[in-house]
T-cell receptor, first 118, second 114 residues
Framework: DAGVIQSPRHEVTEMGQEVTLRCKPISGHDYLFWYRQTMMRGLELLIYFNNNVPIDDSGMPEDRFSAKMPNASFSTLKIQPSEPRDSAVYFC????????????????FGAGSRLTVL | DQQVKQNSPSLSVQEGRISILNCDYTNSMFDYFLWYKKYPAEGPTFLISISSIKDKNEDGRFTVFLNKSAKHLSLHIVPSQPGDSAVYFCALRPYSSNTGKLIFGQGTTLQVKP
């Protein structure tokens, strides 16, 4: 398996522009997560899906952020309009949930999308 | 309000010595405690975990200690190697969260000098 695949790896945009980040989870994983990494807050959970259905979006910072999962193999995180404070690394991760062999339900992360909003 | 804190942003140790990374949390509503390692330009990868019913778990050079009364988690790396240089995140799983949802700390950057 190629693991969790994210695109683009780097995105530089200007304030006010729309940004779309993409994720392909590991085949067979029921759960998909979007995290954001910043220096101050570390890794913050933005939203997660179970079987393509959004379960908890309480971490989404504002209405400017939205996420979708139209099918089991694809998810997007959209920021519209983008602002400089959105600059961060955005990670997608997937997991087997309670079907995982260990009790800790380890997450598998993608390589991340580094977003810079000027 | 940060439920999980890694108070040391960075740590530098000499090759062959012990590295100790620390993590503190503010409530007792977690049943699994994990450590992830992250190299530059890569995503975090799972390293080691411990259940709340244990106080120690060992995997080769890596040992995780859990002190529930102090709400403190630590990762020991012995002996440290230059390839261990990375950012280390502690992560906590809330009780009954069988989804993989984790709460992460801010991370500690470890540098192991040859």
């Amino acid at each position: 398996d190629a693991g969790v695949i994210q695109s683009p790896r780097h995105e530089v945009t200007e304030m006010g522009q729309e940004v779309t980040l993409r994720c392909k989870p590991i085949s067979g994983h029921d759960y998909l997560f979007w995290y954001r990494q910043t220096m101050m807050r570390g890794l913050e959970l933005l939203i997660y899906f179970n079987n393509n259905v959004p379960i908890d979006d309480s971490g989404m910072p504002e209405d400017r952020f939205s996420a979708k999962m139209p099918n089991a193999s694809f998810s997007t995180l959209k920021i519209q309009p983008s602002e400089p404070r959105d600059s961060a690394v955005y990670f997608c991760a997937s997991s087997l949930g309670d079907r995982a062999p260990s009790g800790a339900n380890v997450l598998t992360f993608g390589a991340g999308s580094r977003l810079t909003v000027l | 309000d940060q439920q999980v804190k890694q108070n040391s942003p960075s740590l530098s140790v000499q090759e062959g010595r012990i590295s100790i990374l620390n993590c503190d949390y503010t409530n007792s509503m977690f049943d699994y405690f994990l450590w992830y390692k992250k190299y530059p330009a890569e995503g975090p990868t799972f390293l080691i975990s411990i259940s709340s019913i244990k106080d120690k778990n060992e995997d080769g050079r890596f040992t995780v200690f859990l002190n529930k009364s102090a709400k403190h988690l630590s990762l020991h790396i012995v002996p440290s190697q230059p390839g261990d240089s990375a950012v280390y995140f502690c992560a906590l799983r809330p009780y009954s969260s069988n989804t993989g949802k984790l709460i992460f700390g801010q991370g500690t950057t470890l540098q192991v000098k040859p």
